[in-house]
């Protein structure tokens, strides 16, 4: 644990209430815009207000956080909230990510996560905007089932989550990338001093990146290929090495950072190694979680070198090249 102290300075000290959860700021921020004014002005007064220090102790007529949800509602209405940038609009139909509004397939204190995280307070939306041939969620991922929950309850929900001990609020999925505007307007509704975790396999857009900053205390991100034709045969992703180094570079300058690798069978020279040896070269600080618990699901039977589990000797083989690169493994 005194290790994970050490990567994770800001997130122990919101849990021992030294700090405020960084979406309290953007909610106590004092911003004045109007919905009529074009998108491009609202981006500029989104960065100036990013940089303000100007923090009210009661909440603004209007806030950052309120223009985040405005900023966020236009990226949903045409939507390029992740990179295969649909172009729908959600209030009618859906993207790739087959989501439209929002729904919530579980929610529960998850004692699974990474130590420092546990027990986390984990909200699984349905939908995601990949699709993963060896998904182990896939009833969740793949299809929409779920309930539709208004923002304000599920703030008071997070706050009785609090009491009974969550350490954070952990938003996943599928991903939760393709509930951005949902997120933000339940954040406006608690008041919860919070972690707020994302847990993401961080195809999000460049728009959707910048809206989380100042928001999110803890990206959680899930780097699995070391290359683009891995992603695009198993993920059915393109462009992937470009749009998730570039997020995790920006999760990084804005937050702190738990990257997850889950070793895959067969995937070692092509992926594992090329995607740690990234992280080593442009971020060096960042906790690392080596997974060792892949199983085939959902088709991986279809796919030969996915087919089997990990076998031990694959796992450590990677853990022991993380290990000698210099990584800061949890
Ligand atoms: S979140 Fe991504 S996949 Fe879903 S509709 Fe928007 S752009 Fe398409």
Redo the contacts with the bound molecule.
Sequence with gaps: MNRARSLLPQYFSILKEHQSARYLACKHRPVTFRTSQPTEHLWVLHQNALQSTQVQNTIPEQSLLDLKIELAHRLYTE??????????D?TRT????G?QEPRIASEFLHFGEEEPLVPSYTVFFSGC?FQCVFCQNWDISQHHPGVTVEPARLGKVIEQRKRQGARNVNWVGGDP??NLLYILQVLRETEVNLPQVWNSNMYC?VETMHLLQGVIDVYLTDFKYGNDACAERLSKVKRYLEVVQRNHLLAASDAEVIIRHLVMPNHGACCSQPLLHWIHQNMPGAAVNIMGQYHPRYHADEYEDIAQPVSKEQYYKIRVYADTLGLCLL
């Design positions: 939507c390029c909230l992740c990179e295969h940038r649909c172009g729908v959600r859906t993207g790739v990510c989501v905007t990338t393709s857009s």
